[in-house]
């Protein structure tokens, strides 16, 4: 969502709205990055003295600790909200929330929220800046970005990549940005899972649909493989985990099968026997870990970039220089 003449905007709202050169930005701005996670100090002032709140209304594990370790590498000042235990479990709207945040005089908030167009709504509503780190079914853009940053590194390239999304696209915002992100690089996008776990009208994304997984393989150069969302799985969408695994799990037997080697990839959690096996998720196909490690990247790129800096000054800020906070 764009607001302003920087570089992103104020907000970071989705993929969908962003054109080719501001994702280019965002993945050219974290490779600078990635090498201050290797250092024995992890640490440069770029954003000393910003205050950044964290507000979680869902559980996360990896996409919370992600950004801690983010905006803690840049060093700004951290604050952590969860909705149980906040006023919010009194009844306090998310608006009077943030509002008293803002009184508070902070710099950006980091937000997710299990209602689709909870950041846009909260965005549109204070001079913060805003990050969604996941909304609803709608979109999940960080973890979208820290796939292709994933698969640019591995590939070298985009433009002509075959990605191919499998398992429960249905209720994954993380596929959205994943297609939205990859269409407007130049990637050719699939999805396979059961009809019942794809949304309907998806090829009007742009993207090929594939009803088995043996069709996903044979034609993909990388496979980005969904959690089967366990707590939605009551409403009947497949029959059994067990029949999953056997009809579209990821296996090695399945891999096997390819006629070149696939690139592995899985936002996690991962439901191991279920929509991947074990000896696929730890083999040599896997770069799930590095998705991870990319992440911390990706997050301090856009903490960067939403609060002002420079991608042309992005060498310079990992050494704490040339950059105003």
């Known amino acids: 969502m764009i607001r302003s003449a920087t570089t992103l905007g104020k907000d970071l709202i989705g993929l969908e709205p962003l054109s080719r050169e501001q994702i280019e930005v965002i993945l050219d701005t974290a490779e600078p990055f990635k090498e ?185 150069d990388a496979l980005n493989v969904l959690r089967l969302q366990l707590e939605r799985m009551q409403d009947g969408f497949v029959p059994s985990l067990r029949e999953y695994n056997r009809v579209f799990g990821v296996s090695r037997e399945r891999l096997e099968w390819a006629p070149r080697e696939l690139l592995i990839l899985h936002p996690g959690p991962m439901n191991r026997g279920v929509e991947i096996d074990s000896d696929v998720a730890d083999g040599p196909h896997s770069v799930i870990l590095r998705q991870v490690t990319n992440g911390v990247a990706i997050r301090m790129a856009v903490l960067y970039l939403l609060a002002g800096g420079s991608p042309d000054l992005a060498e310079a800020a990992k050494s704490g220089k040339g950059v105003r906070p």
């Open 36 to 220: 201050i996670s290797e250092r024995r100090i992890k640490k440069v002032p770029v954003l000393r003295g910003k205050t950044i709140v964290n507000l979680f209304f869902e559980a996360s594990t990896r996409t919370r600790i992600s950004f801690e370790f983010a905006e803690k590498r840049l060093s700004a000042d951290t604050v952590n909200i969860g909705a149980v235990g906040s006023s919010v479990s009194k009844g306090e709207t998310l608006v009077d929330t943030a509002r008293n945040l803002e009184a508070m005089r902070i710099d950006m908030v980091v937000m997710r929220h299990w209602s689709a167009g909870a950041a846009s709504f909260l965005a549109a509503r204070i001079p913060s800046n805003v990050i969604n780190a996941g909304d609803g079914a709608h979109e999940h853009p960080t973890q979208g970005l820290l796939d292709i940053l994933t698969l640019r590194d591995h590939f070298g390239r985009l433009e002509g990549l075959k990605v191919c999304i499998v398992g429960d696209v249905l209720h994954s915002r993380v596929a959205r940005s994943n297609i939205f992100g990859l269409v407007t690089l130049g990637a050719k996008v699939a999805v396979c899972g059961p009809r019942t776990l794809l949304p309907a009208g998806i090829e009007e994304l742009g993207v090929r649909v594939f009803g088995r997984v043996e069709e996903a393989i044979e034609w993909a």
